[in-house]
């Protein structure tokens, strides 16, 4: 996300992310890189420590799998939980977002 | 098994590391291949992916932080550090952590005793909900014992409240076995008693239901654990053997369990028999009369039935026995209390926990005196480990692992003070075991280390390690990098600001120190004018000796006869001035009192018939006491059996029987409501007789000689130190009577200094005495180390003023001068916290206010003294700087 992340949207993308199907680090970022068009960019070094704590908290679960490359890679799977804590963090979303826009329409 | 989790993990550490040393590799190959892709060559592909995750090991290390272990970890690590950088620091761990032992060690031996005497509960069922039931009558304040009439009808009247109640009458009574008796402190008790508290014997059987509830039945006796061992060698054998109680034939049918050692606390009861076996002895009206008050009640609450509602039950009763029997019961008021409150005697229950509180809060302000003094050596040694606190949070440390780094060290130090504290306050209750009440009831004051006190030390331990170590810690964490590194270790972060906090800890210890070394005053203080009290008596020079030749099996001819060749063969000693006998002492652990009923003052049937304290005593008795008599005269040898029956009253009798005119003359009756009258001969000034705060009570002597009883106290005055006579005293008794148990052999002034006398005055007053110099000390280390701190932090500057030409006087000054500032700041504060505390000491002391200017200013001098004494070091340091010493240092 540029330079600046906005903090605290690094696990909502993660997490809608991980919602289309179960994906490794590197595919989460690049996943998130083309979709926003290059827009965001996700940190790595912020990545995998909010990947273990995700995981701690029960979000998302992982197992070692085969790679489209063929070598083996820890891939991220959302839980039951992650899917309910989507939805807070996208309900969130939506009302900083809708706030922010009123006030840029009529401050 | 959820908090299992991070143990389990720990183990499967190696495990973790290594996945995610795989993770981040796939990453990087990923990355780097996307890189040879877009036409990079292989060396600059690697190293932009690289450079895209950061610095490795920060983030490894954060993700490790988020794994469930990592604080398990991080402690384990942290506690090695802490313990080197302790080892490292001999001379400061050592300080800290004695000061922290010694403020611990002070609370531990508080808290032990308290334990004692109150939190543990009696080895018995349901130990938690048993209450105490004691009656205030209107005459007596303090609630106590309930008459044995009475005492059925609560019992009969309360199973909504209570499960079970029993109670006990205790007396001293001489058990003879094989032509030698002891004198016992036995408990006579309802067939109830061993149910209710659920106890089993621990040889033999203990009193069966029903056995022995009705006078002159049940002649069995159940021994206590350590009388059996202490007579009996501890010998089974002795079951069925029959033994003599005050004369009367009794078989022993069992011991008690050896941790049972009675339900009085502190005292060791010696054995039990029936109530039954009362109705044996001369007839006293226990069975018979509602104000023969003698017998301790026990009730086991109902599960679920709170004090208050087994209280307003009982009152119910209590209004129904008043109306019922209003000549003893009119305006007697039933409470209940739990029984841990409630010792050793009820009347205690109001004020025990008052007594606690004060104790506590002394021993808290001497700890956090302590506590303050590590904060400050601890602050102190953060100024010197600025620099590798910068170096670790360059390393990537955050705040919160510096935080809890030192904090973790702080606990260490608080860990070994309390390992030191609970040593030395062992130590302190052994001392204060020995300072037991001397003679007469065999107390027992069991100060052991039980699993409360493990807890509590170790509670306090902890409370101590973040008390002293959360301020300096949340200071020294808090680090500017780049000023703190770039400066090259030379304390700089927040200077002012820091020496404004450890000025302000000193303040405040000044200020504890103060309010305990006050209270100490205080209480001291009170000690003396205790001594000062008039007791209406001369305990100096007087020695005694207890004997009962009941205990012997003497009748009454003989033990009269005893009586007469013991004062003859008395007087004779060398030594001796004068001798008499008394049924009791003045201030003693026992005391005889009666009804009176003055001729000719008919009372209406609703107002009780006061109450006087009795004594029997022989012709000099008044002599060799040196008590005044203020009109009348004394017993005389011509006072006997058949001649007019004579009483000498105290002054408060004279004039409340008589207060319009010459009580000498006048007649009473204490027997019963009709006679035999017994004519006043004297009146005697007002002794102590149950306690020195005591109001004065009605009190009357006869002669022995009418009024016979066999327990007995010889006293004689001595004309040099009565201790010289002790041997000669005992064998007196012995050459009469090889076989009569003699006891309290004592001075006088031993004696009133007894628990009814001086002795919780000098507990006291010893206790707290020792906590003020303790504070006193503490609070003084304080203020050196500060001051002595900050001096040599001033070096330089003093090196610059001596440079210019400041004397060393002015240097002298500077020091002190800020010494003077803190202590001054804090003798303020702690007057003023002083006079709002020990406000609630006003009950707890004897002769002298709690706002009592002399103390205050006594306790402010002494402070304000050593303080400045101790600067005085410092100071002189200061002025002994040599200004191109000093200014070449730098």
């Known amino acids: 996300m540029g330079k600046e992340q906005l903090l605290g949207t690094l696990d909502l993308l993660v997490l809608k992310t991980l919602s289309r199907g179960p994906m490794h680090g590197y595919g989460i970022v690049q996943r998130i890189q083309q979709v926003s068009e290059d827009e965001l960019r996700v940190e790595e070094g912020s990545l995998y420590p909010a990947l273990h704590r995700m995981e701690q908290a029960g979000w998302i679960g992982a197992d070692w799998k085969d790679s489209e490359t063929g070598r083996r890679a820890k891939y991220y799977r959302l839980t039951a939980a992650g899917r309910k804590r989507l939805a807070q963090e996208k309900e969130n979303w939506s009302r900083v977002a809708e706030a922010v826009a009123k006030v840029l329409r009529f401050a | ?890």
């Open chain 2, 1 to 890: 098994m959820a908090f299992l989790k991070p143990f389990l993990a720990f183990f499967r550490k190696t495990k973790l590391e290594g996945e995610l040393d795989d993770e981040l590799q796939f990453h990087l190959e990923m990355r780097t291949q996307e890189h040879l892709a877009a036409g990079m060559s292989a060396e600059e592909a690697r190293l932009a992916a690289l450079r895209a995750l950061g610095n490795l090991g920060s983030l490894k290390a954060r993700t490790r932080d988020t794994w469930g272990f990592a604080w398990l970890e991080a402690l384990l690590q942290d506690v090695r550090y802490g313990l080197r950088v302790l080892a490292k620091n001999p001379g400061f761990t050592v300080a800290a952590v004695m000061t922290l032992a010694l403020g611990m060690g002070a609370n531990t031996a508080i808290f032990s005793l308290a334990n004692a005497f109150m939190f543990r509960p009696l080895p018995v069922k349901d130990a938690e909900r048993l209450t105490v039931v004691a009656v205030q009558s209107k005459t007596d304040s303090d609630p106590g014992v309930i008459s044995y009439l009475d005492h059925l009808e609560y019992r009969a009247g309360s199973p909504a409240v209570f499960t079970g109640m029993t109670g006990y009458a205790m007396s001293f009574t001489g058990l003879g076995y094989q032509g030698h008796a002891d004198r016992l402190l036995v408990s006579y008790v309802p067939s109830n008693f061993f149910a209710m508290l659920g106890l089993h014997a621990a040889l033999g059987r203990v009193i069966n239901s029903g056995e022995g509830d009705a006078p002159k039945t049940g002649a069995v006796v159940v021994l206590g654990h350590s009388y059996w061992e202490k007579r009996f060698g501890g010998d089974p054998g002795v079951i069925g053997h029959t033994v003599t109680l005050d004369g009367n034939a009794a078989t022993v049918i069992g011991v008690v369990p050896e941790e049972f050692h009675g339900p009085y606390n502190l005292v060791e009861m010696d054995a039990y028999a029936p109530l039954g076996m009362l109705g044996f002895g001369p007839d006293s009206g226990f069975f018979t009369s509602r104000a023969d008050r003698d017998v301790h009640v026990l009730a086991t609450l109902k599960p679920g039935v709170s004090v208050e509602q087994a209280q307003a039950a009982l009152n119910l009763i209590g209004q129904r026995l008043a109306q019922q029997y209003p000549q003893a019961d009119q305006g007697q008021r039933v409470r209940v209390f739990p029984e841990q409150i409630a010792r050793p005697e009820p009347a205690v229950g109001d004020a025990m926990p008052l007594v606690v509180t004060v104790f506590f809060v002394m021993v808290g302000l001497v700890l956090a005196v302590a506590c303050l003094n590590v904060a400050n050596l601890l602050l102190a040694r953060a100024a010197t480990r600025e620099k590798e606190m910068s170096v670790r949070a360059a390393l990537g440390a955050g705040r919160m692992r510096l935080l809890r780094q030192l904090l973790i060290e702080s606990m260490l130090l608080a860990l070994a003070g309390g390992v030191g504290g609970a040593i030395a306050g062992n130590w302190v209750c052994r001392l204060l075991n020995g300072l037991r009440p001397l003679g007469g009831v065999p107390v027992r004051v069991a100060v052991a280390f039980d699993w409360r006190v493990f807890a509590y030390v170790a509670a306090v331990a902890l409370a101590a390690g973040i008390l002293a170590g959360l301020v300096p810690a949340l200071r020294a964490s808090r680090i500017d990098l780049n000023l703190a590194l770039r400066e090259g270790g030379r304390g700089l972060v927040g200077e002012p600001k820091r020496n404004w906090l450890r000025n302000g800890l000193v303040i405040a210890q000044v200020a504890g120190s103060l309010v305990v070394l006050v209270a100490a005053g205080l209480f001291t203080r009170s000690l003396t004018r205790a001594e000062s009290i008039d007791l209406g008596f001369d305990p100096h020079n007087v020695l005694n000796v207890g004997f009962d030749p009941v205990l012997q099996g003497y009748d009454q001819p003989r033990a009269e006869a005893f009586f007469r060749e013991l004062l003859r063969r008395a007087r004779t000693l060398p030594g001796v001035e004068s001798a008499s006998l008394a049924y009791s002492i003045p201030l003693g652990i026992y005391n005889d009192g009666s009804r009176v009923y003055a001729e000719g003052q008919p009372l209406p049937a609703s107002e009780r018939v006061p109450g006087a304290g009795l004594n029997c005593v022989s012709p000099d008795y008044f002599t060799t006491l040196r008590m005044h008599m203020l009109e009348g005269r004394a017993f005389t040898d011509a006072d006997t059996s058949t001649s007019q029956p004579v009483a000498i009253v105290n002054q408060t009798m004279a004039a409340r029987l008589w207060p319009h005119h010459d009580a000498v003359g006048e007649r009473f009756t204490y027997k019963s409501a009709s006679g035999p009258y017994v004519t006043v001969v004297g009146v005697v000034h007002d002794p102590k007789t149950t306690g020195l705060l005591d109001v004065p009570g009605m009190f009357f002597y006869v002669p022995q000689t009418q009024n016979y009883k066999s327990t007995h106290v010889l006293q004689v005055r001595t004309s040099g130190p009565p201790e010289s006579l002790t041997a000669a005293f005992e064998g007196l008794v012995r050459d009469l009577d090889p076989n009569m148990p003699v006891y309290d052999l004592m001075t006088m002034e031993q004696s009133v200094g007894g628990a009814n006398g001086y002795f919780l005055f000098k507990a006291g007053a010893a206790f707290t005495g020792a906590l003020g110099g303790l504070g006193l000390l503490l609070a003084i280390v304080g203020v050196y180390g500060v001051v002595s701190y900050t001096a040599s932090r001033r070096r330089h500057e003093i090196g610059i003023r001596m440079a210019l030409g400041a004397q060393r006087g002015s240097v002298f000054g500077l020091v002190i001068r800020q010494a003077a500032i803190l202590v001054g700041a804090g003798v303020c504060i702690g007057l003023l916290a002083a006079l709002a505390c020990t406000r609630i000491l006003a009950s707890l002391l004897v002769g002298v206010s709690s706002y009592d200017p002399a103390t205050y200013a006594g306790g402010t001098v002494l402070l304000v003294a050593t303080a400045l004494l101790a600067c005085y070091i410092p100071a002189r340091r200061a002025t002994k700087v040599d200004p191109m010493v000093a200014l070449r240092y730098e």
